[in-house]
């Protein structure tokens, strides 16, 4: 896959995430962890929910790369355009609110599968992890806890935050943190994606290729 076509897997990727995100927001029903800090920490400071996302994948990437980590283009992507995109579909409200808690429900669980297919394409283009995902693995490693305790203590820590901040927990929130690994294990195994295969490139790595390519066609 060429280095055009890769990008464009990778902003559509982030493209679709951002939409799973304001579909599960749209349910009404409780927010996904994340999403309760954003909205939490959006609504006190005075921003915009994509404006908080954005400064948290920046804060989160920074700590991740201190900790050891390599970050990777998708990593840096990930951090601006999820947000951007989150803010434009929050804006010309394209996504109607749920009316009753059984659409509310319908809604989360399709948008679960709309971010499971976003990872799809996002880690499938094989320019890094996100932020969040990127601090898992640096905590993990730093600390030789398992992988599900390290996420889980991170996520956990969102919500609580988020909550006392005023984000909406309910639910929602509680179908993301059990059926979102469902969702992301069903759908790669529908595509036959083998995530395990995927080797990815961190900045420096892609900066090298494109410029060794370039430099060998002048």
């Not at 803010?87 to 709309?114: E, R, T, Y």
Request: charged share 10%.
């Amino acid at each position: 896959m060429n280095t055009i076509l890769r990008l464009l897997r990778l902003v559509w990727g982030l493209f679709l995430y951002a939409l799973g995100i304001v579909v599960t927001m749209a349910a009404r029903i409780g927010y996904a962890p994340w999403e309760v800090f954003h909205v939490g920490f959006a609504n006190t400071v005075g921003i915009s929910v994509g404006l908080a996302a954005i400064g948290t994948g920046v804060v989160l990437g920074v700590i991740a790369l201190l900790l050891g980590e390599k970050l990777g283009l998708g990593t840096i992507l990930n951090m601006l355009l999820i947000g951007v995109f989150l803010d434009i579909l929050l804006g010309l409200h394209l996504v109607p609110q749920a009316g009753s808690f059984v659409v509310g429900v319908a809604m989360m669980l399709a948008g679960l599968f709309i971010i499971s297919l976003a990872t799809f394409f996002y880690i499938g283009s094989a320019y890094g992890a996100g932020p969040r995902d990127s601090l898992m693995v640096a905590l993990t490693r730093r600390t030789g806890l398992p992988v599900g305790l390290c996420r889980g203590a991170i996520e956990l820590t969102a919500v609580l935050v988020g909550w006392r901040l005023g984000g909406m927990i309910g639910a929602g929130t509680v179908i993301y943190a059990v059926a979102i690994g469902f969702s992301v294990q069903t759908t790669f195994r529908l595509l036959k994606f083998k995530v395990a295969l995927i080797r990815h490139e961190s900045v420096d790595q892609t900066w090298r290729r494109i410029f060794n390519r370039n430099k060998e066609g002048i």
